[in-house]
């Protein structure tokens, strides 16, 4: 990707179905900033932030075929969140040209 980004950030922060997805976009600034946004809130949700192996791209952001976003998780965060009785109810992201923003909604399962 010819982006602001970094390659190597890119691929530290996101799975390789997110690069694909924002590869494909005019203006991809915007949705890894809020791809970013939402893995963030869903971290600051479990209270633990990166810790016991997990990584960035345990977090991926998808979407349906409607175009829905949601928070698939994996690995040792997916772990993390089922020790507690977590799981994600849903996710919202927003982007302008400066600003992005992403709320992810936590429940005890």
Not at 36 to 50: N, R, V
């Amino acid at each position: 990707l010819r982006l602001r980004w970094g390659g190597k950030f890119l691929r530290r922060i996101m799975t390789d179905g997110e690069q694909a997805y924002v590869a494909r976009l005019a203006e991809p600034d915007r949705s890894i900033a809020a791809r970013f946004a939402a893995k963030e809130a869903a971290l600051k949700a479990l209270t633990s932030g990166l810790t016991g192996g997990m990584r960035w791209r345990d977090l991926e952001v998808t979407r349906d075929p409607a175009g829905t976003p949601s928070l698939a998780l994996h690995g040792a965060t997916a772990a993390a969140f089922a020790r507690r009785g977590l799981h994600v109810r849903s996710l919202s992201m927003s982007h302008t040209d400066s600003h992005a923003m992403a709320v992810v909604l936590v429940a005890m399962q």
